[in-house]
């Protein structure tokens, strides 16, 4: 540990000398790199995002339950106690005819002269009741058996969909870490093979000088990481740029969706992708010089 710490100055001039020897190489190796670490990051991104809306509208989910109009106050009120007598629910609400429409009227924002054309309250009253989403499809067994339900409305069928485009996410999302994997593998694997052929001749010199086989590698793995560090920086900032400028577009899109915190995303995705490149990198790097002896060094 102290030699290596000692040689360093070494090591890292070396590496920056490996990196000038095939320097075009080199450049465009670290942008296909950074490319692929920004579609990784852009894959795992959208997979994080989908999974924060779907338990946030799992821990908010509500159903609308609809009960005859022609109820009077005291079987209104019965019914509410009966809709609470379920096990699974939280907190329920009477909603009236004119808070539905106020709620209607914030949601269509510009649109909602539309509600002006009627003539009368076109929404009904309904008692708004939080479930827990996991026990859904028995909480609403249980309430379609009350007596004077009409009709529930519930967000299952979205939950459902969403459930649908994580899974599909979660399945791109292994695709691309495997993609990523492998084709930063074999070009960093590749970079070092090819430096490590360019540099037989001082490479067969320093073995002669008795240097241990570490003390030579060492420089080429530093150059591997180097290549996919600088990758995934790059990668790192167009995932910033983007993140910064896109999310606030989104959110003014489709204010009612719950997003995650932009900051903490930039973070978290930023960090998976330096560890990655980094480790990616460094086994890269070991794949390559472990092929010394197939051809390169005689």
Do not use: C
């Amino acid at each position: 540990m102290k030699s290596a710490v000692y040689n360093m100055g070494y090591f890292l001039k070396e590496a920056k000398t490996l990196f000038k020897i095939d320097f075009m190489s080199n450049v465009l190796s670290i942008l296909s790199i950074g490319l692929i670490f920004f579609i990784l990051a852009l894959v795992i991104s959208g997979w994080d995002i989908m999974s924060f809306i779907i338990e946030t509208i799992e821990k908010e989910a509500e159903i609308n339950i609809y009960y005859r109009e022609a109820l009077n106050n005291e079987e209104i009120s019965k019914l509410i106690d009966d809709i609470k007598s379920v096990e699974g629910i939280g907190d329920v609400k009477l909603v009236d005819e004119e808070e539905s429409y106020l709620r209607m009227k914030d949601i269509l924002g510009d649109e909602a002269h539309i509600l002006e054309l009627f003539e009368d309250n076109p929404f009904s009253p309904f008692i708004e009741v939080q479930i827990n989403i996991a026990e859904s499809d028995i909480i609403l067994e249980k309430l379609n058996e009350i007596e004077n339900v009409e009709y529930i409305r519930d967000n299952k069928r979205v939950l459902d969909r969403l459930y649908d485009i994580v899974s599909v996410l979660e399945f791109i999302g292994i695709l691309a870490v495997v993609a990523v994997g492998i084709s930063t593998l074999m070009v960093v694997s590749h970079i070092i093979r090819q430096g490590i052929y360019n540099n037989r001749d001082q490479i067969n010199t320093l073995k002669l000088l008795g240097a241990p086989q570490p003390f030579i590698d060492f420089p080429f793995v530093l150059e591997g990481l180097f290549l996919t560090l600088i990758g995934g920086f790059i990668a790192s900032i167009l995932l910033f740029v983007l993140l910064n400028y896109g999310y606030g577009q989104v959110e003014m899109a489709i204010p009612f969706i719950p997003l995650p915190s932009v900051k903490n995303l930039i973070k978290a995705m930023i960090s998976f992708t330096l560890v990655t490149s980094a480790i990616l990198g460094v086994i890269g790097s070991l794949l390559g010089v472990a092929k010394q002896g197939e051809g390169y060094i005689r």
